[in-house]
C-alpha cells in the first residue's frame, strides 16, 4: 500500500546542488509520529544517514552533512525534497528516500528502490 519512489537527475556537476525529490503514495506524510527520511550508499561503503523531515515539518540533518542539506515538503504533492548543495565527486551514492516509523518503533519500514546520483564533470 504504501510507496515511495526517488526522482531527480542521475548526474551532477561538482560544485552544483543536487536535488531529490521522494513520492509518496498510500499514506500521508503529515501523519503523526513518522519521519521522512533521506539515506544514501556510496559505492563499496555502507549506509549512511543523510537527514529526515518530520510529520510536523521539521527537519533534522546528519551533523557531517547539515550545513549542505536541506529538506523540504509539498503536502499538497504528498512530496519531499533533498536538496545538497556544494557536490563533490565524494557526494556519489545511492540515494533513498524511507519512512521511519517512530519514535516509538524506530524502524525503516518502507524504502524507495534508490536512485544512483553521480557527481562528475
Known amino acids: 500500500q504504501v510507496q515511495l519512489q526517488e526522482s531527480g537527475p542521475g548526474l551532477v556537476k561538482p560544485s552544483q546542488t543536487l536535488s531529490l525529490t521522494c513520492t509518496v503514495s498510500?499514506?500521508?506524510?503529515?501523519?503523526?509520529?513518522?519521519?521522512w527520511s533521506w539515506i544514501r550508499q556510496p559505492p563499496g561503503k555502507g549506509l549512511e544517514w543523510i537527514g529526515y523531515?518530520?510529520?510536523?515539518?521539521?527537519?533534522y540533518f546528519s551533523p557531517s552533512l547539515k550545513s549542505r542539506t536541506s529538506i523540504s515538503r509539498d503536502t499538497s504533492k504528498n512530496q519531499y525534497t533533498l536538496q545538497l548543495s556544494s557536490v563533490t565527486p565524494e557526494d556519489t551514492a545511492v540515494y533513498y528516500c524511507?519512512?521511519?516509523?517512530?519514535?516509538?518503533?524506530?524502524?525503516?519500514?518502507?524504502w524507495g528502490q534508490g536512485t544512483q546520483v553521480t557527481v562528475s564533470s
Open positions: 524511507a519512512r521511519l516509523d517512530g519514535p516509538i518503533t524506530e524502524a525503516y519500514d518502507y
Open positions: 498510500g499514506f500521508a506524510i503529515t501523519t503523526y509520529n513518522y519521519y
Open positions: 523531515m518530520t510529520y510536523g515539518g521539521s527537519a
